[in-house]
């Protein structure tokens, strides 16, 4: 089975930075993970997609220049860099993986596969 844990959110000032985590396990990075978030009130947003190890990457226009994707292969965790963060960076977010093959993508629906969840508070 593929699970996903995230972790790594807190409360940060703004202009503060934070590393989120994804531990892996029963998936390979080769398919493709993204990061989404949900702030009170708002509908999910896609904020960062990797494809194949990296050799394809998405950053949305609100996060692109601040945050950014690694990859620890040792643990099996893939991590979003957040810097420079904002108050409106304020939400849950959460790391999702594809179906083993299925290409890239950014899209919500297309991902079955979800965490539980990490909260980011900047202020």
């Known amino acids: 089975d593929v699970q996903l844990v995230e972790s790594g959110g807190g409360s940060v000032q703004a202009g503060g930075s934070l590393r989120l985590s994804c531990e892996v396990s029963?998936?390979?990075?080769?398919?493709?993970m993204g990061w989404f978030r949900q702030a009170p009130g708002k509908e999910r947003e896609g904020i960062a997609a990797?494809?194949?190890?990296?050799?394809?990457?998405y950053y949305g226009d609100s996060v692109k220049g601040r945050f950014n994707f690694t990859l620890n292969n040792t643990n099996n965790t893939l991590y979003l860099q957040m810097n420079a963060l904002e108050p409106e960076d304020t939400a849950m977010y959460y790391c999702?993986?594809?179906?083993?093959?299925?290409?890239?993508?950014?899209?919500?629906?297309?991902?079955?596969?979800w965490g539980q969840g990490t909260q980011v508070t900047v202020s």
């Open positions: 999702a993986a594809r179906v083993a093959g299925s290409g890239f993508s950014t899209k919500e629906a297309d991902f079955p596969y």
């Open positions: 990797i494809y194949a190890g990296g050799s394809r990457t």
């Open positions: 029963g998936y390979s990075y080769s398919y493709c």
